[in-house]
């Protein structure tokens, strides 16, 4: 999914990187999702190697700050349960 994204947002998440505003897990999961590929949260812990606990919270600080954006569901072939799809929407900062 490739989203349009202003030049101010861009500068936005930047500033925040520079400032050191994010921590370091933070910012592992937004490179990772950079790309514009929606990720559960399973995903996002499989790719970067962080605990889940780990992932969910730093998944849903980021969230809160509106950083990242719930952008749909996935069903688990193993649980047959649906998991929210977490990735960036367009005027955010990818």
Same mark, same amino acid.
């Given at each position: 999914?490739?989203?349009?994204?202003?030049?101010?947002?861009?500068?936005?998440?930047?500033? /925040?990187?520079?400032? +050191?505003? !994010?921590?370091?897990?933070? @910012? %592992?999961?937004?490179?990772l999702l950079s790309d514009n590929i929606p990720r559960t949260r399973k995903e996002i812990?499989?790719?970067?190697?962080?605990?889940?606990?780990?992932?969910?919270?730093?998944?849903?600080? /980021?969230?809160?700050? +509106?950083? !990242?954006?719930?952008?749909? @569901? %996935?069903?688990?072939?193993?649980?047959?349960?649906?998991?929210?799809?977490?990735?960036?929407?367009?005027?955010?900062?990818?």
């Open positions: 999914m490739r989203t349009a994204v202003t030049e101010t947002s861009r500068e936005a998440y930047r500033s /925040l990187i520079h400032e +050191h505003k !994010l921590q370091p897990m933070q @910012e %592992k999961i937004l490179e812990r499989d790719a970067t190697g962080m605990e889940l606990s780990s992932v969910c919270g730093r998944v849903n600080a /980021l969230l809160d700050l +509106h950083l !990242l954006f719930i952008v749909g @569901e %996935k069903k688990d072939p193993r649980t047959n349960k649906y998991q929210e799809l977490i990735g960036f929407r367009q005027g955010s900062l990818f």
